[in-house]
């Protein structure tokens, strides 16, 4: 079992910077980590993924050159550092980890745990 939950989310004003943390426990070994996120009357869509060993990250477009991936060494901790927010980034955040991970998947089905989720909102 692994347990997830995220934190750091909160009402920023457009242009301005949130960092999102994800504490992992449990059977974390070898989980390949990602953020997904999902605004109101929209489904849930892909952000960033990390392999295992945090060697290979991929991003949405959409956020690609204003939101980095990483984590501390012991890879109990993900972040989620997003810097020039916009309004359309506003939404709730989810951190998720999958098993056999040693490539990156955008896909939330290959994904076997998530966490609670934290809310981001960007104001214009």
């Known amino acids: 079992q692994v347990q997830l939950v995220e934190s750091g989310g909160g009402l920023v004003q457009a242009g301005n910077s949130l960092r999102l943390s994800c504490a992992a426990s449990g059977r974390t070994f070898r989980y390949a980590m990602g953020w997904f996120r999902q605004a109101p009357g929209k489904e849930r869509e892909f952000v960033a993924a990390a392999n295992w060993s945090g060697g290979i990250i991929i991003y949405a477009d959409s956020v690609k050159g204003r939101f980095t991936m990483s984590s501390d060494n012991a890879k109990t901790m993900v972040f989620l550092q997003m810097n020039s927010l916009k309004p359309e980034d506003t939404a709730v955040y989810y951190c998720?980890?999958?098993?056999?991970?040693?490539?990156?998947?955008?896909?939330?089905?290959?994904?076997?745990?998530w966490g609670q989720g934290t809310q981001v909102t960007v104001s214009s």
């Open positions: 998720a980890a999958r098993q056999g991970g040693a490539g990156t998947s955008s896909t939330s089905r290959d994904y076997n745990y």
